[in-house]
């Protein structure tokens, strides 16, 4: 089967340092993406990662240790405008119009 | 802009009425999604094109049916549709297995 796991909530301050948790278990693995979506807005596009490690983008940056089945979203430098929906994607195979499987997001709220 | 424009925005039906969804791309894709967005559920997968070939159905009721005229353009047609469809519908396109670039949804109440 296919399963995406990641918190359903989250809480934070401007200017702190938050981390979102994904862990995953597919029938296979080519990449997984992260997406953020604002409410009533189409999901966009944050990071890719199909490697392990770091990829750091500004302000956010995504890990991921295919090992473990596992990534996180890192966002520093919170602003009130980071307050959306974190969805975890995962592609499982390479082959062309492979769906994205997505897990259920994290809400995350940014505070003052 | 996201290069996915769906229409229309917001749609109401009622269980007897017969609707169509449109999606246009303009990045150039070979590959179409339709997803269900409900409350507290993860993206649901219905419909996969690639090539214009549908790929994938995911076990999505006949009431719902896809139409792919060209590598650009995707429909959603509805009928006889149930209170529980009430959704965001979300159209994307991708090349290959890269990132996929969504539509800004439809969002559907069937009353």
């Known amino acids: 089967g296919q399963n995406i796991d990641q918190p359903t909530e989250m809480t934070a301050t401007e200017g702190a340092i938050v981390q979102i948790n994904c862990t995953y278990q597919?029938?296979?693995?080519?990449?997984l993406f992260w997406y953020q979506q604002h409410a009533g807005e189409a999901p966009t596009f944050l990071s890719y990662n199909v490697l392990d490690g770091l990829e750091e983008k500004g302000r956010f940056s995504s890990f991921l240790s295919r090992s473990k089945g596992y990534s996180y979203l890192l966002l520093k430098e919170l602003q009130m405008k980071d307050s959306a929906s974190y969805l975890c994607a995962v592609t499982p195979e390479t082959r062309a119009g492979t769906a994205l499987i997505f897990g259920k997001g994290t809400t995350l709220s940014v505070s003052s | 802009e996201t290069g996915v424009t769906q229409t229309p925005r917001h749609l109401v039906m009622g269980m007897t009425n017969k609707k169509s969804l449109k999606c246009e791309q303009h990045l150039g894709h070979n590959a179409m999604y339709w997803y269900k967005q409900s409350a507290k559920k993860p993206l649901e997968l219905m419909f996969v094109y690639s090539l214009e070939e549908r790929v994938e159905n995911n076990s999505v009721p006949s009431r719902f049916s896809p139409e792919c005229p060209n590598s650009s353009h995707l429909f959603l047609h509805l009928h006889t549709l149930q209170p529980e469809d009430s959704a965001l519908y979300l159209c994307?396109?991708?090349?290959?297995?890269?990132?996929?670039?969504f539509g800004q949804g439809t969002r559907l109440t069937v009353v």
């Open positions: 597919t029938s296979g693995f080519n990449g």
């Open positions: 994307a396109s991708s090349q290959d297995n890269t990132e996929a670039f």
